[in-house]
């Protein structure tokens, strides 16, 4: 029984931890922090395998525990201070440099308050509808409404989505 | 209107999808860290187990409780040989890495902790003994600990075996603190018999004495391993 449960867990993390570990990159701003989160989302998916079920399932449940633990565990280490990266201030309109506007992307996220931050990854990166983010996150549809319009200002205050814009331009 | 909402999300979703990726990806926790989920789950079992039985201690006494327990099915099995070797090897590796092994009570209250970097939140113990012995750990008297964890975190006050290992800095106030091994937190009975997770998942007990000599030992032939 319990080999059961760590094959199938082991086999997950092979197949979806590069998966799990990029949400946790974009929730976190990445670095040492970002492995933290999705191990410790990782431990708490194996303690409640026998209720996922299904393989399927086990990444949204991570998914949604990295979430909460980014949101209401204000005081763990992916919270910790960031080392500063040498990052550029925005995107160059044009820059081809996918490293280098992933970079000045993470700065940006990083000065999103988590819960904006979290609404902004599940909204448009994992394309959650709404009502399902106001699940994860336990709050309205009117709070993720506003934490998304408030985390989009923050991109375009930063240059960045209309350096994207540029980019998409010229493509 | 709606075709530049949709290009808007498509140019975020691409944005979003390059800072996710970088260069250097680690490789996928394997089997390792399976086990050391188990190890996990096991903790929080067996730390249900030890509270079952603390209260039931307070409420009939000790001795009644430990003799009466497998009638209530909660008979916590003598640790058979290969528990007792692997739970020696992770406290002996733990010691060569400069931890020592006490044992004491934990008790009850929080205290915040910042050192102006992290936050955390830490608890006093009282080491009544030492089991295993590490260099700056105190072998009796108050210490307070430190991890980076969350009030709810903490192991519920008790008796504990734990790792202890002297923090290269003080907190704030100059007092003294040891840092301890979340992982190996191990609860003690009302009978003085320490509770050991097991490979299987299941619970199992050693006596003091009996710990001390399998730790003592497979320090020794680690150390001797790493030498030769």
């Not at chain 1, 201070?81 to 201030?89: M, S």
């Not at chain 2, 012995?133 to 192991?155: C, D, K, M, N, R």
Request: contains cysteine.
């Amino acid at each position: 029984m319990r080999s059961g449960r760590d094959e199938a867990f082991t086999a997950f993390m092979a197949a979806r931890y590069p998966s799990v570990l990029r949400t946790a990159r974009l929730l976190t701003g990445g670095g040492p922090q970002a492995e933290d989160l999705a191990q410790e989302a990782l431990l708490r998916s194996y303690r409640a395998w026998h209720r996922i079920g299904r393989l399927d399932a086990a990444e949204a449940y991570t998914r949604t525990t990295m979430v909460r633990l980014l949101v209401k565990d204000r005081r763990r280490k992916w919270h910790a201070e960031i080392p500063a990266e040498r990052l550029p201030e925005v995107a160059e309109p044009g820059h081809e440099d996918g490293t280098a506007t992933g970079l000045a992307v993470r700065k940006v996220l990083l000065l999103l308050p988590p819960a904006q931050r979290a609404v902004l990854v599940l909204r448009y990166y994992h394309q959650l509808s709404e009502e399902e983010i106001a699940g994860v996150l336990g709050c309205s549809r009117g709070t993720v409404k506003s934490r998304a319009a408030r985390a989009l200002a923050t991109l375009r205050e930063q240059g960045v989505l209309a350096a994207v814009s540029h980019d998409t331009e010229r493509g | 209107m709606t075709d530049r909402r949709h290009s808007e999300e498509e140019r975020i979703h691409r944005l979003l999808a390059v800072a996710a990726e970088r260069p250097d990806s680690p490789a996928a926790p394997g089997a390792d860290f399976t086990a050391r989920a188990r190890r996990s789950l096991a903790r929080r079992r067996l730390g249900a187990v030890a509270g079952a039985v603390v209260v039931c201690a307070g409420a009939a006494g000790a001795v009644s409780v430990l003799r009466d327990a497998p009638a209530r099915g909660e008979e916590v099995p003598v640790a058979s040989a290969e528990c007792l070797r692997s739970t020696a090897e992770r406290l002996g590796e733990a010691g060569r890495r400069g931890f020592g092994l006490v044992q004491g009570e934990l008790r009850a209250g929080a205290i915040d902790t910042s050192d102006g970097i992290t936050e955390g939140s830490t608890f006093r113990f009282e080491i009544t003994g030492t089991v295993v012995q590490a260099g700056g750990i105190p072998s009796s008297g108050p210490v307070l600990t430190w991890y980076e964890a969350l009030e709810s975190q903490h192991p519920d006050p008790g008796r504990y075996v734990l790792l202890l290992s002297e923090a290269e800095s003080p907190a704030t106030d100059g007092t003294p603190l040891y840092l301890y091994d979340p992982h190996e937190i191990l609860p003690v009975a009302p009978d003085g018999r320490v509770l050991l997770p097991c490979g299987d998942g299941g619970t199992a007990s050693v006596g003091m004495e009996q710990l001390r000599t399998a730790v003592t030992d497979a320090k020794s032939l680690a150390g001797k391993g790493n030498s030769g």
